[in-house]
């Protein structure tokens, strides 16, 4: 296409958070900076002036200190603000401070439930949870999990934990019981939040036995707090090993302030876990400073979050988007969560709750934007989202049709933002820029302070071609380490064997004439037939918009000396894979990628196997 799908107006631009902050760093870099490639180039060139000016601008609360960087030419030993001291959930309570009557959090449960929560009675909440983890003598560094629903009990609890200095780590409760103690067990934590039960796709789904047998196999587990979600918590808590009800443990307690510990910038805040294809989860270990600022960052100018917007993102809390969701409490936005089924009791339950609510962003994942668009579902024609102002979508690439879809089938005058990260930054590389077009297929460009590129195998920066997603300075949200990674071997494994002392992040991706990005799918899932580097999304972007077909896989296998690209796929129903089929397939990927995308071999299969964290971001 030659043309953007979308353009924000001049005025919108103008009011835009991003046209202030560029202000403010012209006045504190004594340079102009005309438009984002220079604000940007400005926030890699001088990350000491960047992120201190983020801190002053977003309001962080906490010492500062008078060191922004140290060690800033390591990848692995930069520090940043090392003498600042702060606390995560100070900061995000204090996004309320003047609000206290007004919402904090909106919630529904599919059909089943709905419910919401003043800041004052948040704030209440993690006060009297605060003082019962007090009181089980959870101090700095333990560690607090949860397999629990996106509910309003799991953002207090988190809040609570970590007002401590104690350390967030949680699941969702569709988890198997081995893919939650493969988890858990390799971190020892001392409290266990978990439900009674869910809700999903109007099914109520009893967990009691496997709470129970998570309890007893976790010996480190002081103390398990049963969340009443379907009505059974003090049946579920009197079958666990040192159990208590929610109800119970925060009974004795009365609301006051919430008491916070400041803590270094550097100090542990969420551990994450991410899979490989073998071996148990790796542990990986955020700081509080870290993740703050940088989600203050991405929230305030990249999505341009204010005080009092309704903000959405559908998650469990079993993907990072959970937790990015929830630092938007710091900059006074009301939650609106959502647990159980984005199809029940139909596809439009996600456009309804924006509709009643008057939703201001709208996230998701691009398998979502896929399942609605297959649907046949138009909420531009059936909804009121004039209150939303971006769509935003992040999980795997977001394809043109997607792209074309939000436009034509949900909102005409929206911005769509498409980002891309990951649980190994807890933020993202690439992402939305409120004063550039949004072009098809493309991320709007680089993230402020994100030194992003993109490099061919012998380490040089290009442009048009795919390549390896490296950043090649330090940046805050690093990990702070693995957990049980004392010579840090694990972590060097991850990121910098490809190149020294530069994060290669696994993606395969290109840069466009646009200075926006593409990303191609993970470089360990391209594949090489004939010797060539191809991207599977690219395969994906022309099979999935097929009616014929709902999912596809695609895998390399190694086939007469070389690799062959064969294609799995999940027909819709009333199809098969005939001959005349196989050959618009063939010719959709000819077409649309290239001829060497073309699989040798294209499989029907019943269903599509996936990881758990693709389960539970619905992607």
């Not at 297929?441 to 993109?454: C, F, H, K, N, Y």
């Not at 097929?546 to 129903?573: K, T």
């Not at 618009?584 to 299969?605: F, L, T, Y």
Request: hydrophobic content about 40%.
């Amino acid at each position: 296409m030659n043309q953007p799908l979308w353009t924000p107006s001049s005025d919108r631009i103008a009011a835009t958070s991003m046209v202030a902050f560029m202000a403010a760093a012209e006045n504190m870099s004594g340079r102009p900076l005309p438009d984002y490639d220079a604000l940007h180039a400005w926030s890699i060139e001088d990350r000491e002036a960047f992120w201190s000016l983020i801190w002053d601008w977003c309001g962080i609360i906490g010492e500062k200190g008078q060191s922004v960087l140290e060690n800033g030419d390591r990848m692995r030993g930069a520090r940043f603000f090392p003498e600042a001291r702060l606390n995560f959930a100070e900061n995000l309570l204090a996004g309320g401070r003047a609000r206290g009557g007004e919402e904090a959090l909106i919630f529904r449960g599919e059909d089943k439930v709905s419910r919401r929560l003043s800041w004052d009675e948040l704030s209440d909440l993690v006060s009297r949870l605060q003082q019962f983890l007090l009181a089980e003598g959870v101090t700095a560094g333990d560690r607090v999990v949860a397999m629990m629903p996106n509910i309003p009990e799991t953002v207090a609890a988190m809040l609570a934990a970590t007002s401590l200095g104690a350390v967030w780590s949680c699941c969702s409760p569709d988890f198997g019981e081995q893919g939650v103690l493969d988890r858990f067990g390799q971190i020892e934590p001392v409290v266990l939040f978990a439900p009674d039960g869910y809700w999903y796709a109007g099914k109520k789904i009893d967990v009691a036995a496997k709470v129970a047998a998570i309890a007893e196999r976790l010996p480190s587990v002081r103390r398990t707090i049963v969340v009443d979600y379907l009505g059974g918590a003090a049946h579920v808590a009197a079958a666990t090993r040192g159990a208590v009800t929610l109800d119970g443990a925060i009974e004795p307690f009365e609301a006051r302030d919430v008491v916070v510990t400041r803590l270094p910038f550097g100090h542990p805040l969420y551990i994450l876990f991410s899979s490989g294809t073998t071996g148990i989860p790796k542990c990986i270990v955020h700081s509080a400073g870290g993740t703050l600022i940088q989600h203050l960052k991405e929230q305030r100018l990249h999505t341009g979050v204010r005080p009092g917007e309704r903000f959405f993102w559908f998650t469990t809390c079993g993907w990072m988007m959970w937790n990015w969701l929830v630092s938007n409490l710091a900059s006074g936005a009301t939650l609106m969560l959502y647990d159980g089924s984005p199809f029940h009791p139909d596809g439009n339950v996600i456009f309804d709750f924006a509709q009643a609510e008057r939703m201001t962003y709208l996230g998701t994942s691009a398998k979502f934007i896929d399942s609605v668009r297959k649907a046949g579902l138009r909420p531009i024609d059936t909804h009121d989202l004039s209150g939303v102002a971006s769509i935003l979508s992040t999980g795997s690439p977001l394809a043109p049709d997607g792209f074309r879809f939000v436009y034509e089938g949900i909102k005409a005058d929206v911005h769509l933002g498409s980002v891309s990260g990951g649980t190994d930054i807890v933020s993202c590389f690439v992402t939305t820029v409120p004063t550039r077009p949004v072009w098809s297929g493309e991320i709007q460009g680089p993230g402020l302070g994100m030194a992003t590129d993109v490099w061919n195998d012998n380490g040089e920066s290009i442009v048009g071609q795919k390549g390896e997603l490296v950043c090649t300075r330090a940046f805050p949200s690093m990990p702070v380490m693995f957990w049980n990674d004392p010579d840090g071997a694990k972590y060097r494994a991850a990121y910098f064997e490809r190149f020294d002392n530069v994060w290669c992040h696994g993606d395969f991706a290109e840069w466009t004439e646009h200075g926006g990005m593409i990303i191609h799918g993970r470089s360990d899932t391209t594949l090489n037939p004939g010797g060539v580097r191809i991207g599977t999304a690219e395969i994906y972007n022309q099979v999935e918009q097929m009616p014929e077909i709902l999912e596809a896989l695609c895998i390399g296998q190694e086939w007469e000396g070389d690799v062959r690209a064969v294609l799995f796929v999940r027909l819709a129903e009333g199809f098969l894979l005939d001959e005349a089929l196989e050959q618009a397939i063939r010719s959709r990927i000819r077409a649309g990628a290239s001829p060497r995308h073309v699989p040798a071999k294209i499989v029907a299969v019943s269903d599509i196997p996936r990881t758990r964290v693709e389960t539970q971001s619905g992607y």
